[in-house]
């Protein structure tokens, strides 16, 4: 068992250039009470992307590379994800939670109906960065536009809505394309 007084014998320099600043952000979970279904997105992420290519093809990658997307489809970084965004605004984390509920689902909901359940830390392996999560409870007659993101900070969103019972049978996948759900999914499995 690793003694954790010990690390600072551990060598951690070759790691450094991987980390990056801390960002502050919010993540919902949508429930739809009027047709009892959880509302998610489905966006484009380069760093899943990106991943997802062969190691002896990311050997010759180098600014300005062009990807074979005939070899590697777009859809290999798209990510089913809880609505999300990062605190870059000076006001309250649930103003923001409620302004990205109206940004990528297209949902109104007022600030007293979302409830924070927790605030813990995301992406340990680069960043460290705090998320809070709230929930919010929304109906068919709270939905104002179809969503999809803001298209000025480049976002292109789907909303996908699944039941309780979908959303559970996709976190029993071995492997799924998700961030808070693929928590979500070893939890479940504990």
């Known amino acids: 068992m690793a003694n954790c007084s010990d ?19 919010v993540s919902i979970v949508i429930y739809n009470i009027s047709r009892n279904v959880l509302v998610f997105v489905r966006q484009f992420r380069p760093a899943a992307y990106f991943n997802g290519i062969a190691k002896q093809d990311l050997a010759n990658v180098d600014v300005g590379s062009v990807v074979d997307t ?4 777009p859809r290999g970084g798209m990510t089913l994800e809880l609505c999300a965004g990062i605190v870059d605004k000076d006001t309250s984390l649930e103003d923001i939670a409620r ?44 939905k104002q ?40 999914s070893c939890r479940e499995r504990v």
């Open 99 to 142: 302004v990205e509920v109206l940004e990528e689902c297209g949902y109104v909901v007022p600030i007293s109906s979302l409830k924070h359940i927790v605030t813990f830390r995301s992406g340990m392996g680069v960043c460290g960065d705090r998320q809070s999560l709230f929930y919010v409870e929304v109906t068919d007659a709270m």
């Open 70 to 73: 005939d070899k590697y489809p």
């Open 145 to 184: 536009s179809t969503g999809g993101g803001n298209a000025d900070e480049g976002e292109l969103i789907e909303v996908v809505e699944m039941t309780v019972s979908e959303t559970r049978e996709y976190i029993q996948r071995k492997d799924v394309s998700s961030t808070e759900i693929g928590r979500a």
């Open 7 to 25: 690390v600072t014998h551990k060598r951690w320099s070759y790691r450094l250039i991987f980390f990056t600043l801390s960002i502050l952000s």
